[in-house]
T-cell receptor, first 113, second 109 residues
Framework: IAGITQAPTSQILAAGRRMTLRCTQD?????MYWYRQDLGLGLRLIHY???????GKGEVPDGYSVSRANTDDFPLTLASAVPSQTSVYFC????????????FGEGSRLTVL | GQNIDQPTEMTATEGAIVQINCTYQ??????LFWYQQHAGEAPTFLSY??LDGLEEKGRFSSFLSRSKGYSYLLLKELQMKDSASYLC??????????WGAGTKLIIKP
């Protein structure tokens, strides 16, 4: 089934630990994104990648890093997790269609204690 | 700064019509999107407007006025499954999406 797969779906993490959220898409989309979603706030862009080999910073990049070694994979790493990074994280991709709408993964719920 | 405003919550009755408004102030405009997000799930694409006017897609319609920085999503013949959050997003001059906080729509029987 075509789409975006995120892992893990849920994780509880101790503060200070390193964590990588995985994201894989099989739609051959060039652009990929990582968002966080917090109650009462809109989706906030963390990092993005317009094509394999390139990445860019979004609105809230501090404490996060990404890599884009190939078209399909776009992992998000928290080097040293802090409680303020407790959130739901969504990976998304977009193609070159008329609208360029985003396709989202199912989300990763992360709790940092 | 850039800003998207939409009501936090709305309530409507099954079978009725509801209009969810979205106003925006952004650096440039390259299209406006509406997404639906059921609780605990990912957002899914509903509609896209780049020119002024109404776009109709089944029970859902979306309207855009670029001069007023205004859009609305119209849902007709409401069903219980329409209970969800509706997210408005604008693509700015840098082709980045600016998101509203979403409108939680509660449908009552």
């Amino acid at each position: 089934i075509a789409g975006i797969t995120q892992a893990p779906t849920s994780q509880i993490l101790a503060a200070g630990r390193r964590m990588t959220l995985r994201c894989t898409q099989d739609m051959r989309h060039n652009a990929m994104y990582w968002y966080r979603q917090d109650l009462g706030l809109g989706l906030r862009l963390i990092h993005y990648s317009n094509t394999a080999g390139t990445t860019g910073k979004g609105e809230v990049p501090d404490g996060y890093s990404v890599s884009r070694a190939n078209t399909d994979d776009f992992p998000l790493t928290l080097a040293s997790a802090v409680p303020s990074q407790t959130s739901v994280y969504f990976c998304a991709s977009s193609g070159q269609g008329d609208t360029g709408e985003l396709f989202f993964g199912e989300g990763s719920r992360l709790t940092v204690l | 700064g850039q800003n998207i405003d939409q009501p936090t919550e709305m309530t409507a009755t099954e079978g009725a019509i509801v209009q969810i408004n979205c106003t925006y102030q952004t650096s440039g405009f390259n299209g406006l999107f509406w997404y639906q997000q059921h609780a605990g799930e990912a957002p899914t694409f509903l509609s896209y407007n780049v020119l002024d006017g109404l776009e109709e897609k089944g029970r859902f319609s979306s309207f855009l006025s670029r001069s007023k920085g205004y859009s609305y999503l119209l849902l007709k013949e409401l069903q219980m499954k329409d209970s969800a959050s509706y997210l408005c997003a604008v693509r700015d001059s840098n082709y980045q999406l600016i998101w509203g906080a979403g409108t939680k729509l509660i449908i009552k029987p």
